[in-house]
């Protein structure tokens, strides 16, 4: 007997709650069923008290129409028939957040889900209100901050959309026709960047940011035709849609030609990540790519180094060999220490980045990642005859427990003094330079060159000798720069290249903007290191001059005949200077040599305040002995051994206690099952009584007459009286479907309300200074995240730079 599947009226109560991700969502839900009426416009107002939403459009042509499309969820689309819709269930969303009244043509419909249940009222108006008109008041006042939130959200979703969207007086659509684009073809519009997630709209509407690891480049794709979506229009049906399989083979294309131009010597974030997923996917270029794509990072400095070349240097680097063994940094906290230890060359240290890269968890996984995509190089090269070399060398590095070897590691930094550590010669060309780096530091936070040489503003920074196992230069941000005194010495040998590379150095610690001690290097400050390089290049070189200058001339003023490489440089400058003044032009550099900052004495060292910051650099332990290395890298690699065995029981447990855990659960849902048939017969067994007591058909028994008849133990004589009463269907006029909700339905899936919101403010201080330059007033970190996740994105870095970009 073939029977039809048949659906629970619960159903509408997911329909309505289950869909309702956000009040912008439910809004965008109500635009697109503009569109699909073929309005030319709509305008919406959106409060903190309530909305309107209206549009020209055709509107409900009959009751017929209302009681079959606005009554009933699910009913599809003809083909054809709409742009965006195919079930119509959208508009269910907006139902979960407010009492709505729908006005479209001759008639009113009032739907209140929290107080009429999932029913609505259907009236007819006297005066005919063409399109479609839609106004409610929301269950929960909106703060203003949430106000804010949904404005920008709708902003963001609705921005390529076939008809004008007017929020509160403003348009807010754009005509993708009058854009520039990379391409253009039937099925859609597209734009390519070189990193960032891919935006894709779908006919005008936002619906995912795919992450840039997926294509290994950016962009924007606004479709022409409708893309296949999920039922929450969240996620494209990438297998079974062909428009989307055209627009997906053409962007990728696009994105192929954006890496190709960016050739090997800058690859991005995405393109690593692409690569790093595609060797573990088996990609065909698998040979290629583990020999030459960067998918490893290593400390110090964040070097990008290819799969082949990172287990290269896991055997020799830094000049020594490294036992074919590294450790990973546990978290982005620990970067500082890890750059101290690989720069030591103690052991090869892999940035926490990688994992991020491979999805992995730990360093653990990171090597099975390895172990399987050696796996697959050996299947391409056995399968394919593709030729490799070294696949006889391949093999798996030993892994060593980082934390056993930060421990290990004894931070030693303090000040020097100059005559205590170096001598006279290169005291001489030190104390000098020091003075000019002085002038210099000051330009580069904030100074101004002043008539006379000096610098007006900016920081007064000391400039210190020191010693340290961590820098080679370190800065508190406010009072000092201390110079590491291996690289000062080098100034008796080579004192032009030292010089230039302790100049640089200086940018180094000014680009910090704080204290450099345990801190790392994001992309923040790279930018900020960039700019002061370029920024101060001509005074940089003003100053190595000044300082050329002043070391010679302490040299004759002690009595000594110049010479060495400084002298021959300055000699080099003053004779071709001479030489273009004879041809009438102007000189290498101006006349410096009356300049103050060459003339006036150095002032001496302050030992007041060097006493002061050894104080604050004191570190209990410092006096120990350094670490015997080889003990402690044996230590780390049998400390790693028992971390993958406790996590290895820690896995066994968590699994013995899942199916214990699902045993209980299914003996639980067994005794459920069983007492809801025990009480099912029970209830069967009492409709065939009454239904002979009363000679009618069972079916003729509705469920609400049998709670009454069930109520308590009446006698046939008061059952009689009871069915002749019939005071059910009574309660049934009367009904306004609240008690068809079970306990606790709409707690279940109510949005928080605006404490709760207000609860999860939060700072946003782990946010760089230029990501925090594009927060507008008013936002919050909980409406940022809500904003970004309702967009698509998962950082809300992320967001804020591409709602502030060109595509935006």
Same mark, same amino acid.
């Given at each position: 007997m073939r029977l039809p599947f048949e659906l629970d009226p619960q159903i509408i109560h997911h329909i309505i709650y289950s869909q309702a991700g956000s009040i912008s969502k439910a809004l965008i839900e109500l635009l697109m069923n503009s569109v699909d009426a073929r309005a030319s416009s709509v305008h919406l107002s959106l409060t903190r008290s309530g909305f309107t939403c209206s549009d020209d459009g055709q509107g409900f042509a009959s009751r017929d129409d209302v009681v079959r499309y606005f009554g009933r969820f699910g009913t599809p689309h003809d083909e054809g028939d709409a742009t965006y819709g195919r079930f119509r269930l959208g508009r269910g969303q907006i139902m979960a957040h407010a009492k709505t009244v729908w006005r479209s043509n001759a008639w009113r419909m009032t739907v209140d889900t929290r107080a009429m249940g999932y029913h609505y009222d259907l009236d007819d108006l006297q005066d005919a209100s063409p399109g479609c008109s839609i106004s409610g008041d929301w269950y929960e006042v909106l703060s203003d901050v949430e106000l804010m939130s949904a404005i920008q959200e709708v902003r963001d979703l609705v921005r390529y959309t076939p008809v004008s969207v007017e929020l509160n007086g403003q348009r807010i659509t754009r005509d993708p026709r009058?854009?520039?684009?990379?391409?253009?073809?039937?099925f859609a519009w597209y734009r390519v960047k070189a990193d960032g997630a891919v935006s894709i709209y779908n006919q005008g509407v936002l619906v995912r940011h795919d992450p840039a690891h997926l294509w290994g480049a950016g962009g924007l794709i606004v479709s022409k035709k409708a893309i296949?979506?999920?039922?929450?229009?969240?996620?494209?049906?990438?297998?079974?849609?062909?428009?989307w399989k055209s627009i997906a083979r053409q962007f990728g294309q696009m994105a192929d030609q954006m890496a190709s131009r960016l050739g090997d010597h800058r690859k991005t974030e995405a393109r690593r990540e692409k690569s790093a997923r595609a060797l573990l996917s088996g990609d065909a270029n698998i040979v290629q790519i583990y020999s030459r794509e960067e998918v490893v990072t290593l400390l110090p400095g964040k070097r990008h180094v290819s799969l082949e070349d990172f287990l290269r240097k896991c055997r020799y680097s830094h000049n020594q060999r490294q036992g074919g063994r590294f450790a990973v940094v546990d978290n982005a906290f620990e970067v500082p220490k890890g750059e101290t230890i690989a720069r030591e060359g103690i052991a090869v240290i892999v940035h926490p980045t990688t994992l991020d890269r491979f999805g992995c968890y730990n360093a653990q996984d990171f090597l099975d990642c390895i172990i399987r995509v050696h796996a697959?190089?050996?299947?391409?090269?056995?399968?394919n005859g593709t030729p490799y070399w070294w696949l006889n060398g391949l093999y798996v590095p030993d892994l060593l427990a980082f934390s056993t070897l930060r421990d290990a590691f004894i931070e030693r930094t303090h000040i020097l003094t100059e005559k205590d550590a170096l001598d006279r010669e290169t005291r001489r060309a030190w104390t000098a330079l020091r003075w000019c780096l002085h002038h210099y530091a000051a330009l580069c936070t904030g100074g101004r060159p002043a008539y006379g040489g000096q610098v007006r503003e900016g920081k007064s920074l000391h400039i210190l000798l020191g010693q340290s196992n961590i820098a080679e230069a370190w800065t508190d941000g406010s009072s000092y720069i201390a110079v590491d005194v291996t690289l000062v010495k080098r100034l008796k040998s080579s004192p032009l290249r030292s010089a230039a590379y302790i100049f640089s150095l200086i940018e180094h610690e000014v680009a910090h903007e704080g204290d450099s001690l345990d801190c790392g290097h994001d992309e923040a400050f790279y930018q900020r290191f960039h700019d002061l390089a370029l920024q101060h290049s001509e005074q940089r070189q003003r100053y190595m001059h000044m300082w050329l200058i002043k070391y010679t001339m302490s040299l004759e003023g002690d009595g000594k005949r110049a010479r060495g490489e400084a002298w021959r440089e300055r000699y080099l400058v003053d004779r071709a200077g001479s030489g273009r003044e004879k041809r009438g032009l102007p000189p290498i550099i101006e006349d410096i040599s009356n300049d103050p900052v060459v003339v006036d004495p150095v002032p001496g060292e302050n030992m007041a305040f060097i006493d002061y910051q050894n104080t604050l650099l004191a570190v209990v332990g410092t006096d120990s002995p350094a670490p015997n290395w080889p003990n402690v890298l044996t230590r780390a690699e049998a400390d790693q051994k028992l971390?993958? @065995? /406790?996590?290895?029981? *820690?896995?066994?447990?968590?699994?013995? @206690? /899942?199916?214990?855990? *699902?045993?209980?659960e299914a003996t639980y849902w067994a005794e459920i099952e069983a007492y809801e048939k025990a009480q099912a017969g029970a209830k069967e067994a009492a409709r065939r009584r009454f239904a002979t007591l009363f000679n009618v058909q069972v079916q003729e028994l509705h469920p609400d007459a049998l709670c009454y008849l069930l109520r308590e133990d009446?006698?046939?004589?008061?059952l009689h009286a009871l069915w002749a009463a019939k005071p059910w269907e009574a309660d049934d006029q009367e009904y306004s479907g609240d008690d068809e909700l079970e306990d606790g339905d709409l707690e279940e899936v109510d949005p928080p309300d605006g404490r709760q919101g207000a609860s999860c403010d939060g700072p946003t201080a782990h946010l760089s200074e230029d990501l925090q330059a594009l927060i507008r007033p008013g936002e919050t970190a909980w409406t940022l995240e809500r904003n970004a996740a309702a967009a698509g994105f998962f950082c809300v870095g992320d967001y804020l730079k591409w709602r502030e970009g060109p595509d935006a």
């Open positions: 009058t854009e520039h684009w990379d391409a253009e073809d039937e296949g979506l999920n039922v929450s229009r969240t996620e494209i049906l990438r297998k079974t849609c062909s428009a697959n190089l050996r299947h391409d090269v056995e399968q971390i993958e @065995a /406790q996590h290895r029981v *820690d896995t066994a447990q968590c699994t013995s @206690a /899942q199916i214990q855990y *699902d045993e209980e009446l006698s046939d004589e008061e």
